[in-house]
């Protein structure tokens, strides 16, 4: 079974400060999501990345993905309040359907 | 909006019975994929459907749980006598194509959060 690991856990801080998020695994996957998940709502889909070394921005965000399609990674700058919530990478398995998720990334942003 | 329903939000069922949970997948989607998330755990996959077909149940127990995904109609995840763990938020994504080599993106509805007595 593959494994998605999240870094760090739990990050808390100030408005205005940079983030940077990790998603590491030792398998390879076929393409690689974001979500965004408030609480007591679904996950929202980010991005999706595809392409080994693919960066993709988002406003203040941007994502990477490794050259080796195995790891990720997402830099917010300029953290804002509203940038707070779970963010949640999974890996899409090679020839299977389903996606790994990792436990994800509590954010908190204090104003 | 034509994103990914869900219905129940909540459901409390006492142990013993049985709970049905119910997904509409976005307008055009024929792949659903139902996933479990226990409290401070991340989500876990339980089954991949196509219309009519069950495609990957890997993830599902083995006892007591099916899914289906019918012609017509929602697709339904049925756990029959519920017990303690199964209390969890169960999220339910639709995609336009599956998975295989290709890029795909999953949508979530907002889950089902079921709390067993």
């Known amino acids: 079974t593959q494994l998605l690991e999240q870094s760090p856990q739990f990050l808390s801080i100030q408005e205005g400060e940079n983030l940077t998020v990790y998603c590491n695994s030792s398998?390879?996957?076929?393409?690689l999501q974001w979500y965004r998940q408030e609480p007591g709502e679904g996950p929202v889909l980010l991005v999706t990345?595809?392409?080994?070394?693919e960066v993709k921005k988002l406003k203040r965000l941007t994502f990477q993905f490794g050259d080796a399609r195995k790891d990720s990674s997402l830099h917010i700058t300029a953290a804002q309040p509203g940038d707070t919530g779970l963010y949640l990478c999974?890996?899409?398995?090679?020839?299977?359907?389903?996606?790994?998720f990792g436990k994800g990334t509590k954010l908190s942003v204090k104003p | 909006n034509a994103g990914v329903m869900q219905n129940p939000r909540h459901l409390v069922r006492r142990r013993g019975q049985e709970a049905r949970l119910r997904c509409s997948p976005m307008k055009g989607h024929s792949h659903v994929y139902w996933y479990r998330q226990l409290p401070e755990e991340g989500l876990k996959f339980m089954v991949y459907?196509?219309?009519?077909?069950?495609?990957?149940e890997s993830g599902m127990p083995k006892e007591r749980f099916s899914a289906e995904f019918p012609k017509e109609g929602p697709s339904i995840l049925r756990i029959q006598q519920v017990v303690r763990g199964d209390s969890a938020a169960y999220f339910c994504?639709?995609?336009?194509?599956?998975?295989?080599?290709?890029?795909?993106?999953?949508?979530f509805g907002p889950g089902t959060r079921l709390t067993v007595t």
């Open positions: 398998s390879v996957f076929s393409s």
């Open positions: 459907l196509q219309k009519e077909n069950i495609i990957d």
């Open positions: 994504a639709s995609s336009l194509e599956s998975g295989f080599a290709t890029a795909y993106e999953q949508y």
């Open positions: 990345v595809v392409t080994g070394g």
């Open positions: 999974a890996g899409e398995e090679v020839s299977q359907g389903n996606l790994i």
